[in-house]
């Protein structure tokens, strides 16, 4: 279990004073994987360093399983950095050294007998799949293939926490997946506790059991994942389920009111729009929709456009009434400003 409670980190420069964690509080569970998203500048990467303790925090606790991270004296920090491992973005492999070598590098650190690290690091290339590829050096390997390295080299400490910075964001689609089920295999062998810094919601939305929203040094949204997911009011809600964007139809419907609908768990089986077109005796056009699912839950989001005279009102109170998250839909020119703010908020490009 991983405890951060009201973090703050101020750096000075100059006369001036840069806040770049400004009361971060998060605990992850052991056994569970927590994402943090958010875009650059958001203060992920001094997250990270006090985290791994290579920088000292303004005020605020970090505590594992109980020990408190920011009160260790500088003599005991090696010792407490092994609690944590941790994975980059590039796998950080020496060159100069096989993927055993590699592996075996932070056992010889600590000066583990040479029969000890041999069988450690064989059972570690086992477990994340490289069996066979003990004398092959990074070049050799292919990026998928370094990366699992690096979680072995991350793993040889035995750490209780990984820590992985963007582990994926230099990997194809298909070997990206390969990669979080891998993390998320050895999160529930393991048991560890597990912390991915992302500007990627793929990746959230694949291997995270809950999500922060860091924003100008402050968590401003966080949760479960079904449960940020199930609400239309949420950034991330709105990043994890992206509508396309989309034109009202033309004809009959030119002037409805649009609306967004969001179902969640057991809303989004219930024949809803076929509902509210009985119920109200409208038609109803699908503009726009995507489904998903996320922490084992389905969910949905839709763009719908109501016939002319239909009482959209009354059709919200309707799916409220329902426990379905819905509301008007926001301009064409807001919808833009809001894709930008989603681009924003999860450091995608456009
Ligand atoms: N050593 C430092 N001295 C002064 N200011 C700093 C220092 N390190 C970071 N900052 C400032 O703290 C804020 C957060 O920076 P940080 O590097 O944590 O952001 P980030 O979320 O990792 O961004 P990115 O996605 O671009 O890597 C920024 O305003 C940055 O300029
Ligand atoms: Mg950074």
Redesign the pocket.
């Known amino acids: 279990m991983i405890t951060v409670t009201d973090l703050r980190?101020v750096?000075?420069?100059g006369k001036k004073e840069?806040?770049?964690?400004d009361g971060v509080t998060l605990s992850v569970p052991k056994g569970s994987i927590h994402g943090i998203i958010?875009?650059?500048?958001?203060?992920?990467?001094?997250?990270?360093?006090c985290l791994t303790l290579l920088?000292r925090p303004t005020s605020g606790s970090v505590s594992i399983d109980g020990t408190e991270l920011s009160s260790v004296r500088d003599s005991e920090i090696r010792t407490a950095r092994r609690r944590i491992g941790m994975v980059f973005q590039h796998a950080n492999l020496m060159d100069s050294r096989t993927a055993a070598g590699n592996v075996a590098h932070p056992l010889e650190l600590v000066k583990t007998p040479k029969d000890q690290t041999q069988a450690k690091v064989a059972g570690l290339l086992k477990l994340v799949g490289l069996e066979g590829f003990e004398n092959a050096y990074p070049s050799q390997l292919s990026g998928g293939q370094r990366q699992r390295v690096g979680i072995a080299r991350a793993l040889a400490s035995d750490p209780d926490v990984l820590l992985c910075d963007e582990p994926t964001s230099a990997l194809d689609p298909a070997t990206t997946n390969e990669i979080l089920d891998l993390i998320q295999d050895l999160t529930t062998r393991l048991q560890l506790t597990v912390l991915i810094?992302t500007?990627e919601m793929n990746v959230v939305k694949r291997v995270c059991d809950s999500v922060s929203l860091?924003f100008k040094?402050r968590i401003i949204e966080h949760g479960a994942l079904q449960d940020v997911a199930g609400n239309l009011e949420s950034k991330l809600a709105r990043a994890l389920l992206p509508l396309p964007p989309s034109e009202p139809l033309q004809g009959t419907l030119e002037d409805g009111p649009v609306l967004e609908i969001l179902f969640a768990g057991d809303s989004a089986k219930e024949p809803v729009i076929t509902g509210v077109a009985r119920h109200f005796d409208i038609d109803l056009n699908v503009l726009a929709g995507s489904v998903e699912t996320l922490g084992g839950q389905q969910f949905g989001h839709l763009r719908v456009q109501l016939a002319g005279n239909a009482d959209s009102g009354a059709v919200l109170d309707y799916l409220h009434d329902r426990g379905i998250s819905a509301k008007f839909a926001a301009s064409e020119a807001a919808i833009e400003s809001e894709t930008q703010l989603q681009h924003q908020a999860t450091?995608e490009k456009k």
């Open positions: 980190k750096y000075r420069q840069v806040v770049a964690l958010g875009h650059s500048g958001a203060g992920k990467s001094t997250l990270v360093r920088d810094i500007h860091l040094g450091g």
